[in-house]
């Protein structure tokens, strides 16, 4: 623990470099302008400039993406509250009472009250990961090839049992992933395989691709078919209002940790953000006094869901860095960074690149105050960014997600495979089924088949192996438990229904 | 997929079709990753289960998942449009020249391609003036040169104009 608090100071000491704090500075703006624009989300937008940091330490480059990622988190918000236009899918449940705000004039008021508390559900979060990662990482360092599959059963499950997608559509998007990401050759014995004798399919499918193709074309074409038109309204925001709205939020102080705690929770296991500020707000509409004003522009619905979204957007980072699962489509593709610049991630990575991980950690504080410092005093400026036309906007992000997706490989096909991977993702989009399992899946199959076979190579074939410690078969049970979540809970309600009718 | 499927009432494929379109799409894929995995054996090899065991059966479960929601599909009442013919045209309209743009990165080079798009974007979509087009469809490219190839060291794929110029 002490020892802890040490390397966490030398963390600090790593990132208040000038060249680090920089880059800093440079990632948040980014962040805020990928979270701003449509058809640039977290996940793509940090797919689509993870080259830059191919020429970096690894510690500078883990700094530069992970402000991405805290800048478009804080991104969402603004379009939200402005436009009625959620920037990212977290961001939904911040139009329902931000944007009435708004409308009222008080969109300063909304601004700040978003930024504040992502920053505090951040913060929570942030903290949580400091004190609790470590424990995680060293009690996973025991761990063998059963145990990890088991939590790799357990992360998949989740999406199975806590989204809001029909289960059987996040299991074929799921399971897509996972035979996607087996194309090209086998780790383990090296034989190639679903190539079907196309050379180009030899490196099988990068995830990165996927992610660029599904997020950041599929969301263009999303946007081409709704015609969507930018009226928003002016922000104005400055030092009074920013200091009227602070002096108004302690009272709303079990709100917060209520919404800190749902998103710690969602972010963890693997359901994300999205939920989190759902569930947030449902929450708190049902517990507040003025429950009936929530829509009509009430600050505890802004609140709400921008705290547990930023908690969950936050602590989808601890299984990533302590266990090598990422919680998000997001810490994926950080995931898959770590692999670029040739760190191997899981929980080692605590024993063996201190630095790095202390620093990401040091970041995570100083991103989040440096980003709620350059929100604050820059709305106008990123505002101006959605009044410029789609039609100037869209070829320039379709020109970056191409040179996103060439210089993952330096290959013209990858950029091809974008394309279609953007179709799919439009249709995925439109009939229903989520992404992010898929992605997920790709990321994580190989691993995920390694551990499976290692562990049945051990037991001989057996399934038995699943269950044949007190661990594993824990982790298993969990996993089974959130697999069928939706059916135990559903038929739970019944049951008491029907106690209740027959008493 | 069932873009050719009758319209339903309204001025658009019906959402029905599309679903019941796409999910056998789903389904197919999920075939291919099981006959390329028989191809390659999904048995017990020297070293355990052989290279086709996992595919197998992701590819299993994806058949089996996707006739429960083809079932679920066809059970659901004909309503709703997938989308509106013109709103699938604007679509196509963006998938055909993004597809032309990155067939054509190979042999005119990253920076010459993307200008050419942004500026063919703004004058049909946007109805902008062609020097607006060309000013910004020219500033883009250079931005994107300076900062991948100067700052960050980053080399994009280059054509004809580019060998010309000397890079």
Known sequence: MIEDIGNLFHGFAVVVQPYNLVLMVIGIVLGVIVGVLPGLGGANGVAILLPLTFSMSPTSAIIMLSCIYWGALFGGAITSILFNIPGEPWSVATTFDGHPMAQQGKAGEALTAAFTSSFVGALFAVIMITLVAPLVASFALRFGPAEIFAVYFLAFASFVGLSKEPPFKTIVSMMLGFALGTVGLDQMTGQLRLTFGFTEMLNGFDFLIAVIGLFGIGEILLTMEEGLSFKGKAAHINAKVVFQTWATLPKYWLLSLRSCLIGCWMGISPAGATPASFMSYGIAKRMSKRGNNFGKGEIEGVIAPETAAHAAGTSALLPMIALGVPGSPTAAVLLGGLLIWGLQPGPLLFVEQKDFVWGLIASMYMGNIVGLLIVLTCVPVFAAILRIPFSVIAPIILVLCAIGAYTVHNSTFDVLMMVVFGILGYFMKKTNYPMAPLVLAIVLGDKAEEAFRQSLLGSGGSLGIFFSNPLVSTIMILGLIALFWSVISSSWAKLRGQAATAA | ?167
């Open chain 2, 1 to 167: 997929m069932s873009h050719s499927a009758k319209e339903a009432g309204g001025a658009g494929p019906s959402h029905r079709k599309v679903e019941i379109g796409f999910t056998l799409f789903m389904g197919f894929l999920g075939a291919v990753s099981i006959v390329g995995a028989l191809q390659v054996g999904i048995g017990w090899g020297a070293e355990g289960p052989k290279a086709g065991f996992f595919p197998f059966y992701t590819g299993l479960i994806v058949v089996l998942s996707t006739a429960i929601n083809l079932i679920n599909a066809i059970r659901t009442p004909e309503g709703g449009l997938f989308a509106e013919w013109p709103a699938l045209g604007q679509v196509v309209s963006v998938i055909v020249p993004a597809t032309i743009y990155v067939l054509a990165i190979p042999f005119l080079g990253m920076y010459v391609s993307s200008a050419i798009l942004i500026a063919a974007f703004m004058k049909h979509f946007g109805r902008y003036s062609w020097l607006f087009s060309i000013a910004i469809a020219i500033a883009v490219p250079v931005a994107i040169f300076f900062m991948f190839e100067i700052w960050f060291l980053v080399p994009l794929p280059k054509g004809p104009l580019e060998n010309y110029l000397g890079y």
